[in-house]
Nanobody, 118 residues
């Protein structure tokens, strides 16, 4: 059974920092591209950052220079360090795993709430 379990969300003031973690089980973590998405109320779910199995990272323009995604294959965990948080970063953050193959297999976590107060 595949599980992606997020933690680290919460309430923080603007300008503050949070670190999200996503612990994966039931997948070959090192073969997966891992990503963080977020969804604000009445909005679509958008990509925040991704890290390939080779370590290549990609960021949404809105978070470049503030957020850092990283992975620890030994711990089957992906992280999102969020600095200089803004009220517009408020959303539910979801962990995502993609194993490319025939067929592709992808999985979502249950989400963790991040609220940034002004």
């Amino acid at each position: 059974q595949v599980q992606l379990v997020e933690s680290g969300g919460g309430l923080v003031q603007a300008g503050g920092s949070l670190r999200l973690s996503c612990a994966a089980s039931g997948i070959i973590f090192s073969l997966n591209t891992m990503a963080w998405y977020r969804q604000a109320p009445a909005s679509q779910r958008d990509l925040v950052a991704s890290v390939s199995r080779g370590g290549t990272t990609n960021y949404a323009d809105s978070v470049k220079g503030r957020f850092t995604i990283s992975r620890d294959n030994a711990k089957n965990t992906v992280y999102l360090q969020m600095n200089s948080l803004k009220p517009e970063d408020t959303a539910v953050y979801y962990c995502y795993a993609l194993q490319q193959g025939l067929p592709n297999k992808d999985y979502w976590g249950q989400g963790t709430q991040v609220t940034v107060s002004s």
